[in-house]
T-cell receptor, first 115, second 115 residues
């Protein structure tokens, strides 16, 4: 099946720094990529949807200036957490699909800890 | 808005036991319903889905029936194996949220199967 990778798998950073997380579709072209956030023992919450070559669409309550999403190619999307703070510590998961209505294939997630 | 409630885990079973993981949902309209599975260290994978009332999704011995009258989509397997140990997520799309592609997830249920 389709494979999606994320890098890094975990990251620890200091408060105030920025962190970039990569999401790659390894064997298919991902027209659409999704970014989710998951707190311990909570559901995955959709943060934003991005289509290749266009601006991301953010869910209500998600700060677009804090969570910068770039989807510059059909195989790569990045999420940059700017000026990270401890409350941004979470598990970030991406998914990729060939189109909005298509099956989403999920990455393994990235654990972010902000000290 | 849409929501998914699934039984809290962890669930621990012996090999060959019968499995049920309950899932109920709240949504208007006619959502599609999904079960995803996440094996240790891997991304979520679509296990099965159903797109209309009374549909039964099945895969790898797992089954779930879309029950509109009880707004439920319970996951069952007649005889679990150690390799079924994973986290299981119930999800829906296309409900009152309005967008067919947006997934709303339950919190996940950790299943551990002992030999």
């Amino acid at each position: 099946g389709a494979v999606v990778s994320q890098h890094p798998s975990w990251v620890i950073c200091k408060s105030g720094t920025s962190v970039k997380i990569e999401c790659r579709s390894l064997d298919f072209q991902a027209t659409t990529m999704f970014w989710y956030r998951q707190f311990p023992k909570q559901s995955l919450m959709l943060m934003a949807t991005s289509n290749e070559g266009s601006k991301a669409t953010y869910e209500q309550g998600v700060e677009k200036d804090k969570f910068l999403i770039n989807h510059a190619s059909l195989t790569l999307s990045t999420l940059t957490v700017t000026s990270a703070h401890p409350e941004d510590s979470s598990f970030y998961i991406c998914s990729a699909s060939g189109g909005l209505q298509d099956t989403q294939y999920f990455g393994p997630g990235t654990r972010l800890t902000v000290l | 808005g849409d929501s998914v409630t699934q039984m809290e885990g962890p669930v621990t079973l012996s090999e060959e036991a019968f499995l049920t993981i309950n899932c109920t949902y709240t949504a208007t309209g006619y959502p599609s319903l999904f079960w995803y599975v996440q094996y240790p260290g891997e991304g979520l994978q679509l296990l099965l889905k159903a797109t209309k009332a009374d549909d039964k999704g099945s895969n790898k011995g797992f089954e779930a029936t879309y029950r509109k009258e009880t707004t439920s989509f319970h996951l069952e397997k007649g005889s679990v194996q150690v390799s079924d140990s994973a986290v299981y997520f119930c999800a829906l799309s296309g409900g009152s949220g309005g967008s067919n592609y947006k997934l709303t997830f339950g919190k996940g249920t950790l299943l551990t199967v002992n030999p």
